[in-house]
T-cell receptor, first 115, second 112 residues
Framework: NAGVMQNPRHLVRRRGQEARLRCSPMKGHSHVYWYRQLPEEGLKFMVY????????ESGMPKERFSAEFPKEGPSILRIQQVVRGDSAAYFC?????????????FGNGTRLTVT | DQQVKQNSPSLSVQEGRISILNCDYT??????FLWYKKYPAEGPTFLISISSIKDKNEDGRFTVFLNKSAKHLSLHIVPSQPGDSAVYFC???????????FGTGTSLTVIP
């Protein structure tokens, strides 16, 4: 897990504020995934990005959520105007390439609490 | 729609015995399957994987079995150790897809 770095580990926001979650993939990995885990549930896919491109955002809510993975710097998951239902653990994962034999490597997550 | 299912939320096993965690899937397009282990307040850690061209893959104490006709895979841990106590997730991916679909997890407790 140490290879994928996520920060902050914990984030508290009031309703209506913005949340920014950052993820630096493992060295040499150019593919980033964001997953969300709600309490008592499994991991739900949100978005898959490569450098400067969103490849698959079919799991992202249509409003308030956005993601980017710029040429330089970490991937950012941005949640605007947070609501209590956004409280969850958000995990980032990376892989070196797409392909059948490439597992995802996860960070330790950001736990977002909306008060 | 939950395409990967883990129907046992929890499992308790004596230390030294075998732990068997089960996973079922519904999509016949899945051809790459993985198991992850997760401790509280940490991210999932990759354990072992199997592609659909195989029916068994072994790595030390961990063995994954795949039954494609039944759309079922299992993870065997033998012998089980207290440090194996964690939540285990199975995951699957389609050969043409980007998403990894995860089950809801099974919490394993290994009793010393």
């Amino acid at each position: 897990n140490a290879g994928v770095m996520q920060n902050p580990r914990h984030l508290v926001r009031r309703r209506g504020q913005e949340a920014r979650l950052r993820c630096s993939p493992m060295k040499g990995h150019s593919h980033v995934y964001w997953y969300r885990q709600l309490p008592e549930e499994g991991l739900k896919f949100m978005v898959y990005l490569q450098k400067e491109n969103i490849i698959d955002e079919s799991g992202m809510p249509k409003e308030r959520f956005s993601a980017e993975f710029p040429k330089e710097g970490p991937s950012i998951l941005r949640i605007q105007q947070v609501v209590r239902g956004d409280s969850a653990a958000y995990f980032c994962a990376s892989s070196p390439r797409t392909g059948v034999s490439s597992p995802l490597h996860f960070g330790n997550g950001t736990r977002l609490t909306v008060t | 729609d939950q395409q990967v299912k883990q129907n046992s939320p929890s499992l308790s096993v004596q230390e030294g015995r075998i732990s068997i965690l089960n996973c079922d899937y519904t999509n016949s397009m899945f051809d790459y399957f993985l198991w992850y282990k997760k401790y509280p307040a940490e991210g999932p850690t990759f354990l072992i994987s199997i592609s659909s061209i195989k029916d068994k893959n072994e790595d030390g104490r961990f063995t994954v079995f795949l039954n494609k006709s039944a759309k079922h895979l299992s993870l065997h841990i033998v012998p089980s150790q207290p440090g194996d106590s964690a939540v285990y997730f199975c995951a699957a991916r389609k050969d043409t897809g980007n998403q990894f679909y995860f089950g809801t997890g099974t919490s394993l407790t290994v009793i010393p």
